[in-house]
């Protein structure tokens, strides 16, 4: 059955470019979550979207970093004036509505910034 | 807010060795635990999770958890190593509510030795 897929795998830009992360969850999932993974360090929790409530973005780690979820399905992770400490593995998982339930992680987007 | 501590970025047991990957939480609220499992070049996977109930809580490959809550702990064990054990391991918490976003440790890198 289909995973979460995120688009593209390997993304190399330039610093100072914009970059756009796509993230396709699992049908029927209501919840949707952003992390980012830095060379030897945990995963860093960036965004949340439930359903139709207001995205928890506690997360983000400066107003560069925005994302959305269109018709509570698709979501895309935005990167502006890419820095290079934006480098990273950026996650995105999706899971059923509450909160015990698994997380489906899906492959990653490795973002180098140049 | 909740949070996670995993004590030991890295750890190393011999093959057949017992395996112990400490995990400390903080939650306001009756949590929900999970330990998620990377292997090289993999995506995350969940191991186990305790939600209610048993306090231990057994998962894939032969390991469990005990959840504590005198202690606010929940260490991932397995009686003996193996190789293929090799992976970094992620604990993560929850709290009982549907709109509650999952917060994960900085991880633990497991090797095994020969």
């Known amino acids: 059955g289909a995973g979460v897929s995120q688009s593209p795998s390997n993304k190399v830009t330039e610093k100072g470019k914009d970059v756009e992360l796509r993230c396709d969850p699992i049908?029927?999932?209501?919840?949707l979550y952003w992390y980012r993974q830095s060379l030897g360090q945990g995963l860093e929790f960036l965004i949340y979207?439930?359903?139709?409530?207001?995205?928890?973005k506690s997360g983000l780690p400066s107003d560069r970093f925005s994302a959305e979820r269109t018709g509570g399905s698709v979501s895309t992770l935005t990167i502006q004036r890419t820095q290079q400490e934006d480098s990273a593995v950026y996650l995105c998982?999706?899971?059923?509505?509450?909160?015990?339930?698994?997380?489906?992680f899906g492959p990653g987007t490795r973002l180098t910034v140049l | 807010a909740q949070s996670v501590t995993q004590l030991g970025s890295h750890v190393s047991v011999s093959e057949g060795a017992l395996v112990l990957l400490r995990c400390n939480y903080s939650?306001?609220?009756?949590?929900?635990l999970f330990w998620y499992v990377q292997y090289p070049n993999q995506g995350l996977q969940l191991l186990l999770k305790y939600t209610t109930g048993a306090t231990l809580v057994k998962g894939i490959n032969g390991f469990e958890a005990g959840f504590k809550k005198s202690e606010t702990s929940f260490h991932l064990t397995k009686p003996s190593a193996h190789m293929s054990d090799a992976a970094e391991y992620f604990c993560a918490v929850s709290e009982d509510s549907s709109a509650s976003k999952i917060i994960f440790g900085s991880g633990t890198r497991l090797s095994i030795r020969p």
């Open positions: 979207f439930q359903g139709n409530s207001a995205p928890d």
């Open positions: 998982a999706s899971s059923l509505q509450a909160a015990y339930n698994e997380q489906f």
């Open positions: 049908s029927g999932h209501t919840a």
């Open positions: 939650s306001s609220v009756p949590p929900y």
